[in-house]
Nanobody, 126 residues
């Protein structure tokens, strides 16, 4: 059973940066693509970005492309979401998620991710 724990959320001014981390335990971390999703109040959970099992491929939502970067360290079972040039519309609870099965690419649907962290709040003030 894969367990995920996010950290690093907080309050930041528009234009600022935050770094979210996700620590994984259980399962074979290096076999799964990892995704980040977010959910704002009153809105559906939406895809932010993801990284392949090896870290060699990343894919992002258009809304964050060029501002957010995902990386992973398979020796430490961690994945990081670096968020730069933050905007008030980035305010949401951010979730780390692991793909349901191994060696998949370009999955953006929350349904395809079977393991989730508890979420961490990111608030961007204008």
């Amino acid at each position: 059973q894969v367990q995920l724990v996010e950290s690093g959320g907080g309050l930041v001014q528009a234009g600022g940066s935050l770094r979210l981390s996700c620590a994984a335990s259980g399962g074979t971390f290096s076999s799964y693509s990892m995704g980040w999703f977010r959910q704002a109040p009153g809105k559906e959970r939406e895809f932010v970005g993801a990284i392949s099992w090896s870290g060699g491929t990343t894919w992002y939502a258009d809304s964050v492309k060029g501002r957010f970067t995902i990386s992973r360290d398979n020796t430490k079972n961690t994945v990081v979401l670096q968020m730069n040039s933050l905007k008030p519309e980035d305010t949401a609870v951010y979730y780390c998620a692991a793909d349901k099965s191994t060696y998949n690419l370009y999955r953006v649907d929350a349904y395809d991710y079977g393991y989730w962290g508890q979420g961490t709040q990111v608030t961007v003030s204008s």
